[in-house]
């Protein structure tokens, strides 16, 4: 078989593949492998990101109280990274210890290691065991790269060179390794995908690409392209190729995804909510985000984020068509790299949200090509460091360098926490502005991150194309082929964690507890009594069943954008509120209804639907009109909330900044909303940490941080809190109207 390549090292000096005995993965990069795990051994175990690594210990802790991986709303990615999870939880279990022994959970906001970095903290163990599974798959990714190299002809030279350009990258370590996430495991399905392919192995190209999409979905967009390079005329079929392809996806999609396949699964990984705002990230998003010069740009993709999310989708699936058709129409192991490498770059920057991590789904690609595969390598470099420093820069712009180090921070005491918070104040004063540059007022860390990391991205792309288009020819090597021995222990590990992570929550056995309670009559639907013991709290407050809640309904309205949110999501809130019931014994219908279909249902809207708006606003023609109060008045309610509920007008606006909408001067824009009800920012230290008699009754703590209700004017309307309190101030609150009334939610 030949093919096309250029820019190898050839030298007869180098033992290449091909070229006399082919060379043993671990002697050839056996430095660089173990500078790479001592640089992860020593960051792992003292380092997360509280946003990710709160929901891994998550996991954790409920697998040890038998609740299963989708059970709950937490984990909302697909199974593979669960099962490991899962596995630890088990273990836990078995051997009669806890979730604390992996991390420790403190209430929000409830001293200074909360309010810093978060409900979350791990212990020293448990952060590096979250991190086991990302450093194997670091450590397989460059073993696939190194064997694409020399699959492809290169030296040995130049597969070592491409296995550093990856292993020892520093995005590459801080995901995996600092961060905590898991898109080093979706590159690995990746690059074997790729290995696999370009070998003729058909069915661990399939079963790649499955683990890789159970991991997380991305890995789905270079399905076109994988078929499109066995469908190609040039290419001589057999039934076997189809037989092993097919069989191997299905098999490999079986066994990873089969044992939590669920309605609930589905919904988790489908409706997951955008931590860090609906729009930006790195790539072009980012920077419209940070340049005031086109702000204009960033507002309309925020005003209609679901709208545009929706066109992001179609892009990302017709270039994965496009990738398929370019390599059915040239089926060459070159084209293969460089269509594959194309596909997940365009996937990522025309993502909405191109977070940091995303990069790793194209870095093997580029790697390839700084370490020597393709002419102009210097330029390949310059791609990978243009797309470091600008994920390193993002990365410090986001939160203090020294908060990814809480670990460290809480359990060793070094960085000092005041160190941390030295350096968040000076983020949060503007400090992430360059002071030398002439353009101060405007140049932020995070526009330099986006520029670097696009830059980059481009440059990468332009290599690629350019590697597609040179015509020196050089023999394919001969392909990778694993021996029993090895296909028989990754077998028995994947088999084992799928297992453990499957039926370790199921056989842990929980004691049923039996309560008994003397009640007595409960007059006012605004009374609840609690009877707490020693582990347990009994709460009896009084339920008409004629007011139970048969339908909800969401408002939601591209010409009326959420207040200052920073919970967009890709399906809409009304999803979230979905995926929630089905795990649950509730069974309501949801549904969505914008201005003009609310305004036609509310004059027969029976008063046993909930109205949820948590924009922060609500249409005119509702307030005008009376419509609204009058569905109230005769026994509707109404959940609302988003930033400063009724401080703003209900009028269109052009983006989500509060500061750009229409302040309503004291006054909200609904009659029924008491002026002055909804209070200003305070700090930190006056957090509403008392929980109402409510909120121990159902169970919830809300300690909302920015803004309040005031319970004076609050209770002077015949309202309460159901929330939490400082004193002065509560998180949620009733207020009744009529027969009906609002429950009010501060905060975004």
């Given at each position: 078989?030949?093919?096309?390549?250029?820019?190898?090292?050839?030298?007869?000096?180098?033992?290449?593949?091909?070229?006399?005995?082919?060379?043993?993965?671990?002697?050839?990069?056996?430095?660089?492998?173990?500078?790479?795990?001592?640089?992860?051994?020593?960051?792992?175990?003292?380092?997360?990101?509280?946003?990710?690594?709160?929901?891994?210990?998550?996991?954790?802790h409920?697998?040890?109280?038998?609740v299963?991986?989708?059970?709950?709303?937490?984990?909302?990615?697909?199974?593979?990274?669960?099962?490991?999870?899962?596995?630890?939880?088990?273990?836990?279990?078995?051997?009669?210890?806890?979730?604390?022994?992996?991390?420790?959970s403190?209430?929000?906001?409830?001293?200074?290691?909360?309010?810093?970095?978060?409900?979350?903290?791990p212990?020293i163990?448990g952060?590096?065991?979250?991190?086991?599974?990302?450093?194997?798959?670091?450590?397989?990714?460059?073993?696939?790269?190194?064997?694409?190299?020399?699959?492809?002809?290169?030296s040995?030279?130049?597969?070592?060179?491409?296995?550093?350009?990856?292993?020892?990258?520093?995005?590459?370590?801080?995901?995996?390794?600092?961060?905590?996430?898991?898109?080093?495991?979706?590159?690995?399905?990746?690059?074997?995908?790729?290995?696999?392919?370009?070998?003729?192995?058909?069915?661990?190209?399939?079963?790649?690409?499955?683990?890789?999409?159970?991991?997380?979905?991305?890995?789905?967009?270079?399905?076109?392209t994988?078929?499109?390079?066995?469908?190609?005329?040039a290419r001589?079929?057999?039934?076997?190729?189809?037989?092993?392809?097919?069989?191997?996806?299905?098999?490999?999609?079986?066994?990873?995804?089969?044992?939590?396949?669920s309605?609930?699964?589905?919904?988790?990984?489908?409706?997951?909510?955008?931590?860090?705002?609906?729009?930006?990230?790195?790539?072009?998003?980012?920077?419209?985000?940070?340049l005031?010069?086109?702000?204009?740009?960033?507002?309309?993709?925020?005003?209609?984020?679901?709208q545009?999310?929706?066109?992001?989708?179609?892009?990302?699936?017709?270039?994965?068509?496009?990738?398929?058709?370019?390599?059915?129409?040239?089926?060459?192991?070159?084209?293969?790299?460089?269509?594959?490498?194309?596909?997940?770059?365009a996937?990522?920057?025309?993502?909405?949200?191109?977070?940091?991590?995303?990069?790793?789904w194209?870095l093997?690609?580029v790697?390839?090509?700084?370490?020597?595969?393709?002419?102009?390598?210097?330029?390949?470099?310059?791609?990978?460091?243009?797309?470091?420093?600008?994920?390193?820069?993002?990365?410090?712009?986001?939160?203090?360098?020294?908060?990814y180090?809480?670990?460290?921070?809480?359990?060793?005491?070094?960085?000092?926490?005041?160190?941390?918070?030295?350096?968040t104040?000076f983020?949060?004063?503007?400090?992430?502005?360059?002071?030398?540059?002439?353009?101060a007022?405007?140049?932020?860390?995070d526009?330099?991150?986006?520029?670097?990391?696009?830059?980059?991205?481009?440059?990468?792309?332009?290599?690629?194309?350019?590697?597609?288009?040179?015509?020196?020819?050089?023999?394919?090597?001969?392909?990778?082929?694993?021996?029993?021995?090895?296909?028989?222990?990754?077998?028995?590990?994947?088999?084992?964690?799928?297992?453990?992570?499957?039926?370790?929550?199921?056989?842990?056995r929980?004691?049923?507890?039996?309560?008994?309670?003397?009640?007595?009559?409960?007059?006012?639907?605004?009374?609840?009594?609690?009877?707490?013991?020693?582990?347990?709290v009994?709460?009896?407050?009084?339920?008409?069943?004629?007011r139970?809640?048969t339908?909800?309904?969401?408002?939601?309205?591209?010409?009326?954008?959420?207040?200052?949110?920073?919970?967009?999501?890709?399906?809409?809130?009304?999803?979230?509120?979905?995926?929630?019931?089905?795990?649950?014994?509730?069974?309501?219908?949801?549904?969505?209804?914008?201005?003009?279909?609310?305004e036609?249902?509310?004059?027969?809207?029976?008063?046993?639907t909930?109205l949820?708006?948590?924009?922060?606003?609500?249409?005119?023609?509702?307030?005008?009109?009376?419509?609204?109060?009058?569905?109230?008045?005769?026994?509707?309610?109404?959940?609302?909330?988003?930033?400063?509920?009724?401080?703003?007008?209900?009028?269109?606006?052009?983006?989500?900044?509060?500061?750009?909408?229409?302040?309503?001067?004291?006054?909200?824009?609904?009659?029924?909303?008491?002026?002055?009800?909804?209070?200003?920012?305070?700090p930190?230290?006056?957090?509403?940490?008392?929980?109402?008699?409510?909120?121990?009754?159902?169970?919830?703590?809300?300690?909302?941080?920015d803004?309040?209700?005031r319970?004076?004017?609050?209770s002077?309307?015949?309202?309460?809190?159901?929330?939490?309190?400082?004193?002065?101030?509560?998180?949620?609150?009733?207020?009744?109207?009529?027969?009906?009334?609002?429950?009010?939610?501060?905060?975004?």
């Amino acid at each position: 078989m030949t093919d096309v390549f250029s820019g190898l090292d050839t030298s007869s000096s180098v033992s290449g593949a091909g070229r006399g005995d082919t060379p043993v993965w671990y002697r050839s990069v056996r430095t660089w492998l173990w500078v790479g795990l001592a640089l992860r051994l020593a960051l792992a175990p003292f380092s997360a990101m509280e946003a990710d690594v709160s929901v891994w210990w998550g996991v954790v802790h409920h697998a040890t109280l038998g609740v299963g991986l989708y059970d709950m709303r937490l984990f909302s990615y697909p199974p593979v990274y669960g099962y490991w999870l899962n596995s630890l939880g088990g273990v836990l279990h078995w051997v009669g210890s806890s979730a604390r022994v992996l991390g420790v959970s403190y209430p929000t906001g409830a001293g200074s290691v909360s309010s810093t970095y978060g409900t979350v903290m791990p212990t020293i163990l448990g952060a590096f065991s979250f991190k086991i599974p990302m450093i194997l798959a670091d450590v397989g990714t460059g073993w696939a790269i190194w064997r694409i190299a020399l699959v492809l002809g290169a030296s040995e030279q130049v597969a070592r060179r491409s296995f550093a350009w990856w292993f020892l990258n520093p995005v590459v370590i801080w995901v995996g390794s600092v961060h905590g996430q898991i898109d080093s495991l979706a590159a690995f399905g990746i690059a074997l995908a790729i290995l696999a392919l370009l070998s003729d192995r058909w069915g661990i190209a399939g079963a790649a690409l499955s683990f890789g999409i159970a991991v997380k979905i991305s890995p789905a967009f270079l399905v076109p392209t994988a078929i499109g390079y066995l469908l190609a005329p040039a290419r001589r079929h057999s039934g076997r190729m189809w037989r092993d392809f097919v069989g191997g996806a299905l098999l490999s999609a079986l066994f990873w995804v089969g044992p939590e396949w669920s309605g609930q699964m589905l919904s988790g990984v489908l409706s997951r909510t955008a931590q860090v705002g609906p729009v930006g990230g790195l790539e072009w998003t980012g920077i419209a985000k940070s340049l005031p010069l086109v702000s204009t740009i960033y507002s309309s993709l925020a005003h209609h984020f679901v709208q545009v999310t929706r066109v992001s989708n179609w892009l990302q699936i017709l270039a994965a068509l496009a990738g398929g058709v370019a390599v059915w129409r040239r089926p060459t192991a070159r084209h293969l790299i460089v269509v594959s490498g194309l596909v997940m770059m365009a996937v990522v920057s025309v993502n909405l949200v191109a977070n940091p991590e995303f990069t790793l789904w194209f870095l093997p690609f580029v790697a390839l090509g700084a370490g020597g595969l393709w002419p102009h390598s210097r330029r390949s470099r310059i791609s990978v460091a243009l797309i470091s420093f600008g994920v390193l820069v993002f990365y410090a712009s986001l939160f203090a360098p020294a908060y990814y180090f809480g670990v460290a921070t809480v359990w060793l005491g070094i960085p000092a926490l005041s160190s941390v918070l030295a350096q968040t104040d000076f983020l949060a004063r503007g400090g992430a502005h360059f002071a030398l540059w002439p353009a101060a007022n405007w140049m932020r860390l995070d526009l330099v991150a986006s520029l670097s990391v696009t830059a980059g991205t481009v440059l990468g792309a332009r290599e690629l194309w350019r590697f597609r288009a040179d015509d020196s020819l050089l023999v394919k090597a001969p392909a990778f082929a694993p021996s029993r021995g090895a296909r028989v222990s990754v077998v028995a590990t994947a088999l084992a964690l799928v297992l453990i992570g499957r039926v370790g929550p199921a056989l842990v056995r929980t004691p049923s507890p039996v309560l008994s309670a003397t009640t007595a009559a409960v007059h006012s639907s605004l009374t609840v009594r609690t009877t707490p013991s020693p582990h347990s709290v009994v709460s009896l407050f009084h339920y008409d069943p004629a007011r139970r809640i048969t339908g909800i309904l969401f408002f939601s309205d591209p010409t009326y954008p959420y207040v200052l949110s920073d919970a967009g999501t890709v399906l809409g809130t009304e999803q979230q509120v979905s995926s929630a019931f089905s795990h649950s014994k509730v069974k309501v219908p949801v549904s969505l209804v914008n201005a003009t279909r609310l305004e036609k249902l509310l004059p027969t809207l029976p008063t046993t639907t909930l109205l949820v708006d948590v924009t922060g606003v609500l249409p005119e023609a509702l307030v005008r009109s009376g419509v609204l109060r009058h569905w109230i008045d005769l026994g509707g309610r109404l959940a609302f909330g988003g930033y400063l509920p009724g401080v703003y007008s209900s009028g269109p606006a052009p983006s989500l900044g509060a500061t750009q909408f229409a302040q309503a001067h004291g006054r909200p824009a609904w009659s029924f909303l008491p002026r002055g009800l909804v209070s200003g920012y305070y700090p930190v230290s006056t957090w509403a940490h008392h929980q109402s008699a409510w909120a121990r009754a159902l169970n919830i703590f809300y300690p909302e941080a920015d803004f309040g209700l005031r319970t004076p004017q609050l209770s002077s309307f015949g309202g309460l809190s159901v929330g939490n309190t400082n004193g002065r101030d509560a998180t949620i609150g009733f207020l009744p109207v009529g027969r009906g009334g609002v429950l009010i939610f501060t905060g975004s």
